[in-house]
């Protein structure tokens, strides 16, 4: 499951957030040493959302993962997307395969709901490629970055 944490929640658990998160962001060659306290200001003034992942098994809840998204528009082309900015399993727990499906689940009728026509991501993991393409996915684009 996934669900959505409130900007004043995600403030009171930002030193357990922040690890997850920062983990889960490479380094860009030119960032900012405020790149974490960048992100959770952008959560606490709405433009981030925060989410957490977790399972439940016999009754029992466990958190085991942590999502950032945020929605954009391309004012050329006026299409509005949900950009999933991170995503990472907290350190030591897992997700499994249905977890990750009911998480896109839940991101899709948000984006549905909130006017947007895409989720896009970016990423370098493998199997991160190949579960978006069971979701419907594609890869039909290459991110490129020319650092200088």
């Not at 889960?24 to 992942?53: A, M, Q, R, T, Y």
């Not at 490629?129 to 039909?140: H, I, P, T």
Request: charged fraction near 25%; charge should be negative.
């Amino acid at each position: 499951m996934l669900i959505q944490m409130m900007p004043d929640k995600v403030q009171l658990l930002w030193e357990d957030i922040k690890d997850t998160v920062e983990r889960s962001i490479k380094p860009i060659p030119g960032e900012s040493e405020n790149k974490l306290n960048n992100i959770l200001v952008d959560i606490l003034n709405g433009s981030l959302v925060c989410w957490i992942g977790y399972h439940e098994r016999e009754g029992e809840r466990t958190v085991n993962a942590i999502v950032l998204t945020k929605m954009f528009s391309d004012n050329i082309t006026e299409v509005k997307s949900l950009l999933i900015y991170c995503g990472a399993n907290i350190e030591g727990k897992s997700a499994t395969f249905e977890d990750y499906q009911e998480a896109f689940i839940a991101l899709q009728k948000y984006a549905l709901y909130n006017g947007c026509s895409r989720i896009t991501a970016y990423t370098d993991i493998d199997y991160m490629v190949e579960m978006a393409k069971k979701f419907g996915g594609v890869d039909s684009y290459t991110f490129l970055s020319f650092p200088i």
